[in-house]
């Protein structure tokens, strides 16, 4: 989940794309790369400073398993989160050996030891980025069969894509080829100005393939429930916001990915 | 210009603010260390693979006089771009001396040669940040009197606020003692939801003095006006959204300011 244009809900679509998958039955494991760690606090996982999170596993090589709790809202849906030594992590990264490729290794470690243990693994890793693209995000684009983009209908946005898809170019060059885009979500649509019917028609047509149909509109509930430690899917299951990302998280399922 | 939080209103508020400043007669020298460059297209300042930046001004040592231009729509408003090279710098920097005291030492240089051929210095000089706490936020908070922090009505906001205070708190510690909190602002205010009041109370209640009492009302010509490479002080100088930014610059102005 990458996007360096900040506030385009990246941590909203993690977390309600993640919670949408879980309830239909798949295995889902949300990484929080940010060390702001929203994605941690909308799924109420434990973040303080005595907790293990992603930064032990990038830096002191604890293994994944130790460090991932489940989400006590939507059994299935398993998190490793954000704590606050994360925000040093870019800058202790730089010095270290496979600064890129840290969390690509963690995440085979994790399924070799889930595959020799015989316990069932993922169907999905999803990874919440922050807005930069520094070697937090790197380590997700190395990681990742796909990069899920959202984007806001607004002029900034545009820009931002540029810089975007010339960074997947780069990892897809160097470091990780079989790296494809996966999909591009339209977020916080506002049906009433022409700004966002613009963007949005520029982003279709840019990327036809990539942009999904469901959009997501601008709703209150989904902007509330990260207060209550919710996901809107049980703190307003019925709500446009619900309905909106349960239609994404379906159309984005049924694609053929990546293999 | 902080806030770690992506898309809060940190380069509508750096930008808008800077054009009323600059249309009340004062000198105004916005610098654009974000990678993303979006304060740069705000204001018609090109920004391409060949222009100079502030990455040649901070990893490249050319004078900062050498990079800033006027902006085409506002005299006395100018504008040190953000060039596509400077997404690199974050890593670039780490193995430099003076890493984070770069812009310090380019804006006290800037100063003494205005100074020496009697130009006019800037009055303000405005920093727009990019959202994360590496070393080119570090860099203008070592060299910067006071830090902006604009604040979206959101719950993660809250979350937000107390790292960034306890960055502030780092670099007042060792790197900049005389670094104050000189405004908090809040925008895109949504009047009709409960989340954005309780937010705002929230702020108020923790930082009584350094909240503006002029607020930003959420406006569509605030958010169309880059699009046109304007500010909205030109684009739609008598909306919500220019004489909001124009009482907050006022009320920002006329504060006893760090020495
Ligand atoms: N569809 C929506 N309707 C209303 N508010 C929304 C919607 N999606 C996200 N928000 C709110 O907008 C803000 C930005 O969203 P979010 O934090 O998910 O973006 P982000 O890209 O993860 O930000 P960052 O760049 O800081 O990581 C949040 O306060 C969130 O609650
Ligand atoms: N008061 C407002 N009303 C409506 N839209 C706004 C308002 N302020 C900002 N916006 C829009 O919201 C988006 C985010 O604002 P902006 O880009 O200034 O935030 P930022 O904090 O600089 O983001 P980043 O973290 O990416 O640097 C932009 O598309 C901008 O046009
Ligand atoms: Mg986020
Ligand atoms: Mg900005």
């Not at 059994?75 to 870019?90: F, I, N």
């Not at 494809?180 to 339209?186: K, T």
Request: glycine share 8%; hydrophobic share 40%.
């Amino acid at each position: 989940m990458s996007n360096q244009k900040g506030g385009v809900g990246k941590t909203t679509t993690a977390v309600n794309l993640a919670a949408a998958l879980a309830q239909d039955g798949l295995g889902v494991l949300l990484i929080d790369m940010d060390p702001q760690g929203n994605a941690s606090t909308a799924l109420s996982i434990s973040h303080d400073d005595d907790d293990l999170g992603i930064y032990d596993v990038l830096v002191d090589e604890r293994p994944l398993i130790r460090v991932v709790k489940e989400c006590p809202d939507i059994p299935g849906l398993w998190c490793a989160p954000s704590t606050v030594d994360l925000a040093g992590a870019e800058i202790e990264l730089v010095g270290l050996t496979h600064r890129e490729r840290r969390l690509k290794q963690v995440i085979e470690h994790l399924y070799s030891a889930l595959d020799r243990s015989r316990r069932p693994a993922p169907d999905y890793v999803i990874i919440d980025c922050p807005p930069s693209l520094g070697l937090l995000t790197l380590n997700a684009l190395v990681a990742a069969d796909e990069v899920f983009i959202p984007i806001q209908g607004e002029y900034y946005a545009l820009e931002g894509l540029t810089a975007l898809m010339r960074t997947i170019g780069l990892v897809q060059a160097s470091m990780n080829p079989d790296l494809a885009v996966g999909a591009i979500l339209l977020t916080m649509v506002d049906g009433r100005t022409n700004l966002a019917a613009q963007v949005a028609e520029e982003v279709r047509r840019h990327f036809p393939r990539e942009v999904l149909r469901s959009t997501i509109p601008r709703s209150v509930r989904l902007s509330e429930s990260p207060s209550f430690g919710q996901t809107v899917m049980t703190y307003d299951p019925t709500g446009t916001g619900a309905l909106s990302y349960r239609a994404a998280a379906r159309e984005y399922a049924h694609r053929d990915h990546a293999a």
